[in-house]
């Protein structure tokens, strides 16, 4: 995970919110997208086979997306959106900063280390030159979006007195970057097994207590 360029604010597809039932047709193509990508990948999916797998025509498709591409970054926009949503579901006021940022950190690895990410990451990396859209798109919806959401965690922990943190977005992609250690890269690149909870929890252990030195409030 990498520090945004600040001040940059990338063209992201945002997928639409179309009312019932039209709703629930865009989900339907979104969902075979998704398996049809996470199979075949970017370059071997084709919209026939993703029009199979959502019960629907291709001309439907186009309906909703214009481009296998369009409807790519729908897909990641979406997908990456949920992810990040999912790790703050805290308490952002609680009273222990160290048991806060061990469960964001744990929910956060067990994200990462899922083989559909590990397979969507390979994914976006492979289509992101042909279609720098893509990239642009995972990166604010996923690491972006999550960076933020923590920095407003680490700022209101900071407004309590609980930590000592200058610059929060900062911070929060350091403690992203600290709780991966080796574990995400290995799996990217087909080196590294399965990491176990223990294993996980022992590498977010380690990054909080690094984190902490750093950044803990040692008058409370």
């Known amino acids: 995970m990498r520090h945004p360029t600040k001040g940059a604010t990338p063209k992201v597809v945002v997928a639409p919110e179309p009312a019932e039932p039209e709703a629930r047709k865009h989900r ?9 990508f996470l199979e075949k990948g970017f370059d071997g999916a084709s919209m026939d086979e993703i029009a199979r797998a959502s019960t629907v025509s291709k001309a439907t498709i186009y309906v909703y997306f214009s481009s296998k591409e369009e409807l790519f970054q ?7 959106r949920k992810a990040a949503e999912g790790l703050f ?3 952002a006021d609680h009273a222990d900063a160290e048991c806060l940022l061990k469960r964001i950190g744990l929910s956060f690895m067990t994200m990462m280390v899922e083989p559909d990410h590990i397979r969507l990451l390979r994914m976006v990396i492979g289509a992101a030159e042909k279609f720098p859209a893509v990239g642009r798109t995972f990166f604010d919806a ?40 080796n574990l995400v890269k290995g799996l990217l690149f087909g080196t590294g097994q399965q990491p176990t909870p223990a294993e996980m929890e022992r590498t977010v252990a380690d990054a909080v207590r ?3 030195a750093a950044y803990g409030n040692l008058r409370n």
């Open 142 to 181: 996923g690491p972006c979006h999550g960076g933020r959401r923590l920095a407003d965690l680490l700022a209101r922990q900071t407004a309590l007195g609980r930590l000592k943190v200058d610059d929060c977005e900062t911070a929060a992609f350091q403690f992203f970057n600290l709780c991966q250690g």
């Open 28 to 36: 339907d193509i979104i969902d075979g997208a998704r398996r049809v």
């Open 210 to 212: 690094v984190f902490l």
């Open 89 to 91: 579901e805290f308490d």
């Open 74 to 80: 729908a897909l990641v926009e979406t997908d990456r």
